[in-house]
């Protein structure tokens, strides 16, 4: 009987872990999907600033090479 309950006990003590990890997990995974959603946003500005630059930019390389 005292198997048992240190069994039970023990069993206990990880899936309170597994949940803990499981929390934990779930907080890393949004923090990374805001962390992608930020990073494309970003990128999605930097191309509507650079593309229409692009051929004045060209420009300047040419006119200093």
Known sequence: HIDNCNNFATIR???TKMDKLL???K???K???DLDS???AHIDFIE???VPLQKSI???K???K
Request: charged share 40%; hydrophobic share 40%.
């Open 13 to 15: 003590i990880m899936e």
């Open 23 to 25: 929390r934990e997990i």
């Open 27 to 29: 907080k890393l995974q």
């Open 31 to 33: 923090q990374i999907d």
């Open 38 to 40: 930020r990073l494309n």
């Open 48 to 50: 509507k600033v650079y």
């Open 58 to 60: 060209d420009r300047f």
């Open 62 to 64: 040419k006119f200093f």
